[in-house]
């Protein structure tokens, strides 16, 4: 390179020489420098993937949204703890599980006490949580779910009652189905039935169910309640939508077979 | 003690102790008067101030907001409500006039425990250490947003020291400690200023910012400089000084442009011979005697 440097005219052979050094050194550095980062920004990325699996009983406050949209709305500035009134909610620290910095509660230790002005979510500066939430029995923090069937004293044929008497929506979001106690053949089983279309996963049967480990957990509402094929029917319901069945008798005619032979 | 001599020695001579620490102390204020206005809440019970760094509520009615962390939450696809939008855009004017990163030297609270390794990196007379470029931080920023962006989420955020540890001392701290000590072992054995001076991206944010602020530390008496090069040695960002100190030949003007200058106008403190002081960023407007060639 020198030797052909010294053949050109001097300063323009340098110059560009010198031009085109500074750009590969340039670009150089511009490769570098993205290398590094993305060697850091990978792993972040992961941690940030990983930070979005949330543990079930770490309960969002009301009008939170989908994990993925909060994760992305949150500032972490802690305005909703200092405005919810009951010291439910708290920020999560660098060593807990549940994204750094953001609200969070445990339904077994504090549970939402459900306030009809909703502190939190007017306190929220982002829209983290939601303001179109104005009535906090429209709030869906999770759902709860006997989890304990052989663990709760209702299903024992107790009557405990605990979690439908605490309940902010009694006889709405848990009502107790009067069953046959099929034990002692003659008394009736009180089971608390929750009902996902009102509840609104405050946690408080949670926090006042009797037992060592609650029986009673408000969960995710997708762990909690399942969730059906979307091709799938229920056939009374088209039924009633139809306003008749929708059997075709004709067609669908399966032979009846009687005890002792015979049949049509 | 130490057989060199001691940066801003002849200042505390010439000027004395308090005018040779005056941004110092008014720094230390401002960063205790401000951390105290976000404890008085919790420790005291008098709610001054509410929620932290990132987001707060000055006396129910003030909202202010971080616009890094905003912005972040943007990368990641999420449009923030007016409150926030209002508070940053504050926050932003605010900067805007005393210079982006008066955000780095009067208020972050990371910058008690640089400070704190800078001056025990000095003492120990230990070598620079690790010295990336100083556009790093830059870098940085642009893979914040981009892990916001691909990950939908405020990545950053999860390691973010700044806003881990402010939300730590107005929340409770936790194992948030260990990103002071991190950054302490950081500055003082592996990268001399490494932290603010080249990698955060919170900086380099409120950097570009002061890029175009109004107060700027000017050189305007720079006829007078002796070169002890004491200001050098004190600045966290000392290649932002030589342009506008040793300038006059190159026809740059007094005025320290580079928004990598944090106003902490510690030049000003050390400086023996008075040669800097805080103006605004226009040639001369704030300053009565022009001295011949400063204004090129």
């Keep these: 390179m020198s030797k052909d440097d010294q053949a050109k005219p001097a300063t323009a052979r340098t110059d560009a020489a010198r031009t085109n050094a500074d750009r590969r050194r340039f670009f150089g550095d511009v490769i570098r420098g993205v290398s590094a980062l993305a060697c850091i920004g990978l792993p972040l990325g992961l941690l940030a993937k ?24 949150c500032v972490r500035c802690g305005l909703c703890v200092r405005d919810c009134p009951y010291d439910t909610l708290r920020l999560a620290g660098v060593e807990e599980p549940v994204a750094t910095g953001t609200p969070f509660f445990i339904a077994r230790d504090v549970p939402c006490e459900m306030c009809e002005d909703i502190p939190c979510v007017a306190a929220c500066p982002t829209g983290a949580l939601d303001k179109d939430l104005t009535q906090i029995d429209d709030a869906r923090m999770g759902t709860a779910v006997i989890v304990g069937h052989e663990t709760c004293l209702n299903y024992q044929g107790l009557r405990c009652d605990v979690c439908y008497r605490i309940c902010p929506l009694i006889n709405e979001a848990i009502t107790l189905d009067r069953q046959a106690n099929l034990r002692t053949g003659k ?14 996963g405050c946690g408080k049967c949670e ?3 009797v037992l060592q480990e609650a029986a009673i957990k408000v969960l995710p509402t997708k762990i909690a309640t399942g969730e059906l094929g979307a091709h799938y029917r229920w056939g009374w319901v088209e039924k009633e939508k139809a306003g008749k069945s929708l059997l075709n008798r004709d067609i ?6 009687r005890p002792g032979g015979g049949g049509s | 003690m130490s057989v060199r001599k001691v940066i801003g020695g002849d200042a505390i001579k010439r000027k004395g102790w308090l005018k040779a620490n005056k941004w110092l102390i008014l720094r230390r204020i401002s960063q205790f008067a401000i951390l105290g206005l976000f404890l008085a809440g919790p420790l005291l019970g008098v709610w001054i101030v509410k929620g932290n760094l990132t987001s707060s509520l000055t006396l129910d ?15 990641a696809r999420h449009w923030p409500e007016t409150t926030a939008l209002v508070g940053a855009a504050i926050v932003l004017a605010g900067y805007l006039v005393v210079g982006g990163r008066a955000y780095c030297a009067f208020v972050c609270p990371i910058n008690l425990v640089t400070d704190a390794a800078a001056l025990v990196h000095r003492r120990l007379n230990l070598k620079k250490g690790w010295q990336p470029k100083r556009a790093t931080r830059f870098y940085v920023l642009a893979m914040v947003m981009a892990t916001a962006l691909i990950s939908g989420t405020l990545a950053y955020e999860l390691l973010n020291p700044v806003t881990i ?21 950081f500055d003082v054995f592996v990268a001399m200023h490494g932290w603010c001076g080249h990698l955060c991206p919170m ?21 007078n400089c002796n070169d002890c090069l004491d200001c050098f040695a004190i600045c966290p960002e000392p290649q932002v000084i030589a342009p506008a100190l040793r300038g006059e030949k190159t026809g740059h003007g007094p005025v320290i442009t580079s928004g990598a200058c944090t106003n902490c106008g510690r030049c000003i403190d050390v400086c023996s011979e008075n040669v800097f002081r805080f103006g605004l960023r226009f040639d001369g407007t704030a300053e009565p005697v022009i001295k011949e060639g400063a204004t090129s």
């Design chain 1, 252 to 257: 669908l005619d399966l032979p009846d077979r």
């Design chain 1, 187 to 200: 008394h009736a089983l009180f089971i608390p039935v929750v009902h996902s279309d009102k509840c609104t």
């Design chain 1, 207 to 209: 926090k006042a169910c």
């Design chain 2, 61 to 75: 009615v003030l909202p202010l907001s971080d616009p890094f962390v905003l912005l972040q939450g943007m990368f």
């Design chain 1, 50 to 73: 990983r930070s979005a699996a949330r543990p079930a009983e770490a309960i969002r406050p009301p009008g939170a949204g989908t994990e993925d949209d909060f994760l992305a709305a």
């Design chain 2, 203 to 223: 900086g380099a944010f409120y950097g570009l910012v002061g890029e175009v602020s109004l107060v700027r530390a000017r050189a305007d008496d720079r006829a």
């Design chain 2, 165 to 185: 540890v402010h939300r730590g001392l107005v929340f409770g701290m936790g194992w948030a400690w260990g990103a002071v000590v991190a950054i302490f072992l």
